[in-house]
């Protein structure tokens, strides 16, 4: 029964309030319906028209015209306008100078042009705008996400008990694989549960150990979790840019020795410059042997566990206690979409909680899934839809040809470069990242620092930039199948083209 159909105990009144205009804003009626259609037709028709048949993978403006451009724009004026007049403007002053990363010469961050069934999914998810904290603001919702990580759990080989949990990406889920980890390591240690005692007075020297490559969030983990970043031990890595074997058993030898408490190995599958994946399998047995918790970053490299030709580079992820993964990266979802899968599943009763409002004690006993103790965060977005519908429109075959042809890519890449005298390849790829330099007489690397700035300024191309053995590089992140070894050919050319002339520049101004 609606409000508009009581009959009963409570009777109208002649002073009921009205709703405000601005409810015509909102879904519930014939109107709002027509609304929605029309405001969802208008964005789509700029969004083709501004961005997705611009010719530039950027327009080149820099940030100070930006600045000045958009300070004159209102955030909340007293009176609204009309959403076409908004949209108008959003398209004029932030569309037109987005970054368009289904562009071919966007090759520069681990930022994938998304697919379009996940396009169409974002649609669904947020205009039903389900939270994942409980069952009853998201029931269908819920029990998908537990459909999706099960799957995900069988394809990186879990066995029965397994779990996880949708997250915001790597950052989170590392941070989330960790605080288990301490977690854990603290119960089994020192018999001490850090979730309502802190952590012990061994907690000083707790520490967790990474490859020299790893990414910034195993620091950015120890700082939030109280141990620091000086509690991070790097290991150097080998000519592979994989973690040494032989340097990462002589620095748990010398924690051991000097009394330290290492508690956990992350693994990387997919390190962020150069794609390279640490022995996983020699990683397992290591942890084992001295009763560590194994987390492995795969968020960018375990898309490789969807093609039969590239899973056996994650041999041995089985293995890990605990693992991230991205969607948002190669496996081609709108940002932001990751996952944390956790091997055993018992381990999240480090983290239980129960809130009469969300998750009484009463639905975990009767198994209702409200999934937000599994969660660092409670308000969640229905996530899981875009990769569901993403799998079910192109299947595992049609996900997989995408990842090995961009595999492929950065090889036929990275045989360019080396054909090149006027290129330096820095390491062979192992995904879909190659890295390379202009050889430049200009040992400070400020050659490549500017054709990069260059050539987004100018917006050809869009190239990433890091640093290898302290000297500037160029990168080529591979994400989009419709790039071709010919867009790349064509980026080459720019490099060298911009790079002689700076040279030719610098002779003359010395």
């Known amino acids: 029964m609606t409000g508009n159909e009581l009959t009963g105990r409570f009777r109208s009144s002649d002073d009921e309030l009205t709703p405000p205009a601005a409810a015509s804003a909102f879904l519930g009626d014939a109107d709002g319906t027509a609304a929605y259609e029309d405001a969802i037709d208008r964005a789509r028709q700029h969004l083709v028209e501004s961005f997705a048949t611009a010719e530039e993978p950027y327009a080149g403006t820099d940030h100070e015209t930006l600045r000045e451009r958009l300070d004159t724009r209102s955030v909340f004026p007293d009176e609204g306008t009309s959403l076409e007049e908004t949209l108008e403007t959003v398209a004029e002053d932030v569309l037109a100078d987005s970054v368009r990363v289904h562009d071919p010469s966007c090759v520069a961050h681990l930022h994938c042009p998304p697919a379009i069934p996940a396009l169409a999914a974002e649609v669904l998810l947020s205009a039903t705008n389900q939270s994942l904290d409980s069952f009853d603001q998201a029931p269908a919702a819920s029990v998908l996400e537990e459909r999706v990580v099960d799957a995900c759990c069988d394809l990186f080989g879990y066995p029965t008990g397994a779990d996880g949990v949708f997250t915001g990406g790597g950052t989170e889920s590392n941070l989330l694989g960790l605080l288990l980890a301490r977690d854990w390591y603290c119960k089994t240690r020192f018999d001490r549960t850090v979730q309502t005692g802190g ?83 020699p990683l397992a047995d290591r942890a084992a042997d001295r009763d560590l918790w194994l987390h492995v970053d795969a968020a960018y490299g375990g898309a490789c566990a969807i093609s039969d030709r590239l899973r056996p580079k994650l041999a041995g992820i089985d293995r890990a206690d605990s693992i991230a993964v991205d969607f948002h990266k190669l496996f081609y979802q709108p940002i932001s979409c990751g996952a944390f899968l956790l091997r055993d599943a018992d381990h999240y009763r480090l983290l239980e909680r129960n809130a009469a409002y969300l998750n009484p004690e009463r639905d975990d006993a009767a198994g209702v899934p409200n999934l937000v103790s599994k969660s660092l965060r409670t308000t969640r977005r229905f996530d899981a839809l875009k990769p569901f519908v993403t799998f079910n429109a192109l299947g595992r075959t049609g996900m997989a040809d995408c990842v090995e042809y961009v595999c492929d890519l950065a090889d036929a890449a990275a045989a360019e470069i080396r054909a090149d005298p006027a290129l330096e390849l820095c390491c062979d790829p192992e995904l879909s990242a190659v890295v390379f330099r202009y050889r430049s007489a200009d040992a400070t690397g400020r050659i490549n620092r500017a054709i990069r700035d260059e050539l987004l300024a100018d917006g050809e191309a869009l190239l990433a930039r890091t640093s290898v053995d302290g000297v500037a590089a160029l990168k080529f992140t591979l994400l989009n199948p419709r790039t071709t070894i010919a867009d790349l050919r064509g980026i080459l050319e720019a490099v060298v083209d911009r790079g002689e002339t700076l040279e030719r520049e610098l002779s003359t101004s010395a």
Do not use: K, M
């Open 199 to 281: 952590l012990p007075p061994q907690g000083g020297d707790l520490r967790l150990i990474c490859s020299d490559a790893a990414h910034f969030t195993a620091e950015q983990a120890a700082h939030h979790l109280g141990l620091g970043e000086d509690a991070v031990v790097t290991v150097a890595t080998d000519g592979d840019r994989r973690i040494d074997l032989r340097a990462l058993d002589d620095t748990l030898d010398r924690l051991e020795a000097e009394g330290r408490h290492p508690f956990a190995i992350v693994a990387t599958a997919g390190t962020t410059d150069f794609g390279s994946i640490d022995p996983l399998s």
